[in-house]
C-alpha cells in the first residue's frame, strides 16, 4: 500500500507545541489549501482545511518559525484518528507530516531569510528528521 500526501497551503493559525510524556515535541498546525477550477467562464475556489501534526526536532523548529499566514509545503501520510465523544463515534483525518518545508511569503520583496525580521535568525531551507545529515 502508498499513502503519501503533499500540500501546499498557509497556515490558518499559530502552530501549536506540546510535549509527550517522554518528552518529544508535537505540533499541530491547520492548512488552507485552495484549489482554482474553471465553471463555465468562471473561476472559483475550492478550500480545504486540513490538521497536520510533525514530530521531534522537526516539530520545535516549526513553532518557532511559522506563524498564522506563513505558507508551507507538508509531505507526510494520512491518518484517521477515531474516539467517542458523549455516546457519539467521531473521527478526523490528518496529515503526519515527515517532511515541512517553509515556502516564501507571496508579499516577500526581499530575500527568503529577510522576511523573518532582522533579529531572529533565518529557518533552515529543509528540516527532516529522516535525514542524517
Known sequence: MFNRVILIGNLTKDPEVRYTAGGTPVTTMRLAVT???????????????????VFGRQAETCGQYL????????EGRLRERRWEQEGVQKSKMEVVANNVRFMPRKDAKSAPSESFGSTESAPPDEITDVEPF
Open 35 to 53: 484549489s482554482k477550477y474553471k465553471q463555465g467562464d468562471e473561476t472559483k475556489d475550492d478550500t480545504l482545511f486540513i490538521d497536520s501534526v
Open 67 to 74: 506563524s498564522k499566514g506563513s505558507p508551507v509545503l507538508v
